[in-house]
């Protein structure tokens, strides 16, 4: 099942094609460890006991506050705090 999309998968299900287990397990296993990925660009700054959750990108030169909780993908050259994290400023004039 290796290189089969969520979608062929899902429309298999849907026509009554039969699926085996080692079928789903597989797709199951792809889709967890995709999810699980978080990339983080090059200079990046995250403060202590900030929270990145599976799946976003914190791109290049931002920074991310202590304690702030990150649920989506953090801009270039921005800050963010809070929780959830929200957009403080643009630090690409800085530098």
Excluded: C
Aim: charged share 20%; no cysteine.
């Amino acid at each position: 099942m290796a290189g089969r999309e969520l979608s062929d998968f899902l429309a298999s299900l849907n026509s009554g094609k039969k699926v085996t287990n080692s079928d789903a397990r597989l797709l199951t296993h792809q889709l967890s460890q995709e999810a699980l990925r978080i990339t983080l660009g090059q200079n990046v700054w995250i403060g202590p006991h900030a929270t990145i959750l599976a799946g976003e990108t914190i791109h290049d030169g931002a920074i991310v506050a202590t304690g702030a909780v990150v649920r989506k993908d953090v801009q270039p050259n921005t800050i963010v705090r809070g929780g959830p994290a929200k957009y403080i400023k643009d630090v690409s004039r800085a530098i």
